[in-house]
């Protein structure tokens, strides 16, 4: 079975930074894409960038570059994203989500979500 | 980016009956391979998203085949044959066209 469970939720002040983590199980992580997104309370869902777990090589929406660096240790099967600079506007829910790149079947697979509130 | 507009915000729906969930792109989906990249999800409360159909036609395993996904290269539609009460939430499209990927706003279905 497929799982992917993500780190528990993050208060952090503003300018601080936060590594969120994303730990696979049931599928071989070196030949999909993880994808990381955003979803702000009652709001649309952002789509923040991709990492290969082959080679950790990234994809990114420029709207997140700065902000978010995406990285892969292959040897626990474990997709971490960073983010940086916190702010009220990176309060959120981040969801790690699989993705086969080349097939793009579609986001298959969802971590249950993890929230960061950004506070003082 | 590639916008997506999703129409209506809300639905109401006696269950039993149909229910169809628009979505309109700012740019064609149709890749030159013949393949359209949009999608469709559900998210229940409280929930992860959750895939419900893939390249425009394509049902995702597990989804019941009430569930179906139709349109053209920038309109596309959802549609839920025999509503029931677990597919309460709201619906989102999407696009794996090009980068950033995107999605729509949603659409909320609620139960009469």
């Known amino acids: 079975e497929v799982q992917l469970q993500q780190s528990g939720a993050e208060l952090v002040k503003p300018g601080a930074s936060v590594k969120l983590s994303c730990k696979t199980s049931?599928?071989?992580?070196?030949?999909?894409?993880m994808s990381w997104l955003k979803q702000m309370p009652g709001q649309n869902i952002e789509w923040i960038g991709n990492?290969?777990?082959?080679?950790?090589?990234?994809g990114y929406n420029q709207k997140f570059k700065g902000k978010a660096t995406l990285t892969v240790d292959k040897s626990s099967s474990t997709a971490y994203m960073d983010l940086s600079s916190l702010t009220s506007e990176d309060s959120a829910v981040y969801f790690c989500?699989?993705?086969?790149?080349?097939?793009?079947?579609?986001?298959?697979?969802w971590g249950q979500g993890v929230m960061v509130t950004v506070s003082s | 980016d590639i916008v997506m507009t999703q129409a209506p915000l809300s639905v109401s729906v006696t269950p039993g009956e149909s229910a169809s969930i628009s979505c309109r792109s700012s740019?064609?989906?149709?890749?030159?391979?013949?393949?359209?990249?949009v999608y469709w999800y559900l998210q229940k409360p409280g929930k992860s998203p959750q895939l419900l159909i893939y390249?425009?036609?394509n049902l995702a395993s597990g989804v019941p085949d009430r569930f179906s996904g139709s349109g053209s290269e920038t309109d596309f539609t959802l549609k839920i044959s025999r509503v029931e009460a677990e597919d309460v939430g709201i619906y989102y499209c999407?696009?794996?066209?090009?980068?950033?990927?995107?999605f729509g706003g949603g659409t909320k279905l609620e139960l009469k």
């Open positions: 989500a699989r993705v086969d790149y080349y097939s793009r079947r579609g986001f298959d697979y």
């Open positions: 049931g599928y071989t992580f070196s030949n999909y894409y």
């Open positions: 990492i290969y777990g082959g080679n950790g090589g990234t």
């Open positions: 740019k064609s989906l149709l890749h030159s391979n013949g393949i359209t990249y």
């Open positions: 390249r425009m036609s």
């Open positions: 999407g696009q794996l066209l090009e980068n950033p990927w995107t």
